[in-house]
């Protein structure tokens, strides 16, 4: 599943640095993650790094976006082979 950032962001700046596939961005009044490319740090790390560095507690999973962790590898082995 991809995560979200909801209205309780604060704009710290925190999450943004820590996103391995560049998933989170400035968006027009809070931080966004970008479905297609959020992986919940699936082949990064064990565990999602924006939400463990969040003060806020304001980045839950995307209910629209549901996936499993096999398709969450997918889509992280998809990242890597584009980056290269």
Same mark, same amino acid.
């Given at each position: 599943?991809?995560?979200?950032?909801?209205? +309780?962001?604060?704009? $710290?700046? @925190? #999450?943004?640095?820590? #996103? &391995?596939? %560049?998933?989170?961005?400035? %968006?027009?009044?809070? !931080? *966004?993650?970008? &479905?297609?490319? $959020?992986?919940? $740090?699936? %082949?990064?790390? +064990?565990?999602?790094? $924006? @939400?463990? *560095? #969040? &003060?806020?507690? #304001?980045?839950?999973?995307? &209910?629209? !976006? @549901?996936?499993?962790? +096999?398709?969450? *590898?997918?889509?992280?082995?998809?990242? @890597?082979?584009?980056?290269?």
């Amino acid at each position: 599943m991809a995560l979200m950032i909801t209205d +309780e962001c604060i704009n $710290c700046d @925190v #999450c943004e640095p820590e #996103c &391995p596939n %560049g998933a989170i961005s400035q %968006g027009e009044e809070i !931080y *966004v993650i970008d &479905p297609n490319l $959020c992986t919940e $740090c699936v %082949g990064h790390f +064990e565990t999602s790094q $924006c @939400v463990d *560095v #969040c &003060p806020v507690d #304001c980045i839950p999973v995307n &209910p629209d !976006y @549901v996936e499993t962790r +096999e398709q969450l *590898v997918q889509k992280y082995e998809q990242l @890597v082979r584009a980056a290269s």
